[in-house]
């Protein structure tokens, strides 16, 4: 981690424990879009999906990949409202997202909506990146599964 980032780590730190410093504010941000990305990264690792999410949205005003991050972090909260706009933004900003495609089409296979849709867009995962086709390959067969057994 930089020194800089160590810093910045520092201060939220120290705000967030209740101490009575004078009241600090930042007119650039110090941390890049990547590092916003890799903190929030961390954050979710921790299970802190708040703290993700606010640097996942820092990253997404540079980074069109953080769309996808978020949209994931929205899932894990069970904010699927929230998870579908994220991903579908991670589609239009990067049509080749073949992960952002596979996780929009499970969470469709979740809620059991749109169970075509969520066929589509596993098959065009696969289309896009056939290496990862034990887990999007997985996706698909799971929707015509659940599809075979609500219309059979």
Same mark, same amino acid.
């Given at each position: ?5 160590? &810093? ?19 007119? =650039? ?8 990305? @890799? ?22 005003? =540079?980074?069109?990949?953080? %769309?996808?991050?978020?949209? &994931?972090?929205? %899932? ?9 706009? &994220? %991903?579908? =933004?991670?589609? =239009?900003?990067?049509?080749? @997202?073949?992960?952002?495609? @596979? @996780? ?49």
């Amino acid at each position: 981690m930089t020194k800089l980032l160590l &810093n910045f780590l520092l201060f939220l730190t120290l705000l967030s424990s209740g101490c009575s410093f004078p009241k600090i504010i930042i007119l =650039k941000d110090p941390l890049t879009p990547e590092e916003h990305l @890799n903190l929030g990264v961390a954050y979710e690792r921790r299970e802190e999906l708040d703290q993700a999410i606010r640097e996942y949205q820092l990253a997404a005003k =540079k980074l069109p990949i953080a %769309f996808f991050y978020l949209g &994931n972090a929205y %899932f894990l909260k069970n904010d699927w409202d929230q998870a579908e706009i &994220n %991903f579908k =933004k991670a589609i =239009k900003k990067d049509a080749k @997202n073949a992960a952002a495609h @596979n @996780n929009l089409a499970w969470l469709y296979y979740q809620r059991g909506k749109d169970l075509d849709q969520a066929e589509a867009l596993a098959q065009k995962a696969l289309e896009l990146d056939p290496s990862k086709s034990s887990n999007y390959g997985d996706t698909l067969e799971k929707i015509r599964e659940k599809k075979r057994a609500t219309h059979p």
